[in-house]
């Protein structure tokens, strides 16, 4: 109820704006007032216990500003990110938009961060004792044969205050950053980064998993070869997925043709395949983590039934408010 009151306005000022005003509210911990509560629904998912099954996808606090404001809201875990070596503007305004009919968004932020340096000093201000992800990528100007060497950057500097880490490798707002998921780049990309990995949690004493983010709009071939290369490499977990740049349930609605990534209610169907076919492929031998298009606990709970261990919100967060995040965690069978 008081959501609905809050989202006119909220809707009445411009996408970013109003992404900037909630990012202000969460910085002085407004969402201690919000009056939903969330139960207790732990699971344990790559040897992390998770309070409830329900978390905060990257892309909302990119530079871990809000932390602790978002864990007011009952999250079980939240990610912070996408963060580059380097700050970086990201691309040119309006870069965001809403598509109200379609409970959708189309973004083309571009990676707009602060930097990892700036990330890491934030983190260690935060007093949140929950679980947090720290999702990293390539600068925009870093030649895609040199990513690899993004990536190792930023993990070798948040290893140490991640829960667990993000490999975003799926954006479709970083030229040339999707070919990432394939072929030779995966590989070495998989490789490089699992040896530092085994080096840091020996450096650091704790073991820090890797998930792989991906996009839904691969085809089964593709997903069945990324499915191998993550169980070859010994990768922990994979997300799927990222936006989608299919127009598929928007076509003819303001700004339903805007560059950029889709996500929202259309997304579902979409990344609901690449979930199913990612799970079918791995067999269980690694564990999915389910994003996109989720706006009700029964979407959650499909994510559940096709192979997911967690499920991620954002868009849905936007459409609902955070008595979405309260409702997944309710439905959230003990067993399946």
Not at 43 to 49: A, C, R
Not at 133 to 152: M, S
Not at 292 to 301: E, Q, V
């Amino acid at each position: 109820m008081l959501y609905s009151l809050a989202r006119p306005l909220l809707f009445s000022l411009s996408e970013e704006h109003a992404h900037e005003l909630t990012l202000a509210a969460l910085r002085k911990r407004l969402g201690k007032c919000w009056p939903g509560s969330v139960p207790d629904k732990p699971v344990e998912v790559m040897g992390i216990e998770f309070a409830n099954p329900v978390g905060l996808a990257a892309g909302l606090d990119k530079n871990a500003d809000c932390i602790d404001g978002l864990s007011d809201l009952g999250f079980g875990f939240i990610e912070v990110g996408t963060v580059t070596p380097r700050a970086q503007p990201g691309n040119p305004r309006p870069r965001l938009f809403r598509l109200p009919k379609a409970s959708a968004l189309i973004n083309r932020m571009g990676f707009n961060n602060q930097g990892v340096d700036y990330l890491v000093e934030a983190v260690k201000r935060s007093r949140y004792e929950g679980v947090l992800g720290i999702n990293i990528g390539k600068n925009k100007d870093t030649p895609v044969e040199d990513a690899v060497q993004d990536y190792l950057i930023c993990q070798q500097k948040v290893h140490a205050y991640a829960d667990y880490l993000v490999v975003n490798v799926s954006s479709p707002n970083t030229p040339g950053l999707r070919t990432l998921q394939h072929g030779d780049a995966l590989h070495e990309l998989l490789g490089t980064l699992r040896e530092a990995q085994t080096r840091l949690d020996q450096q650091h004493r704790r073991r820090v998993p890797l998930v792989i983010k991906i996009a839904p709009d691969n085809s089964a071939e593709e997903l069945a070869g990324m499915a191998e290369a993550f169980v070859q490499h010994g990768i922990d977990g994979v997300c799927v997925g990222n936006t989608t740049l299919s127009r598929q349930g928007v076509q003819g609605l303001r700004h339903g043709d805007e560059q950029g990534g889709l996500s929202g209610a259309p997304l579902k169907p979409i990344a609901d395949q690449a979930l199913k076919t990612m799970s079918q492929a791995l067999h269980g031998r690694i564990p999915i983590i389910g994003v996109g298009g989720i706006t009700s606990a029964d979407d959650a709970l499909e994510k559940k039934r096709l192979g997911a261990s967690l499920v991620q919100i954002y868009s849905g967060l936007i459409y609902e408010g955070p008595a979405l995040i309260g409702d997944i965690a309710r439905s959230w069978p003990d067993t399946f």
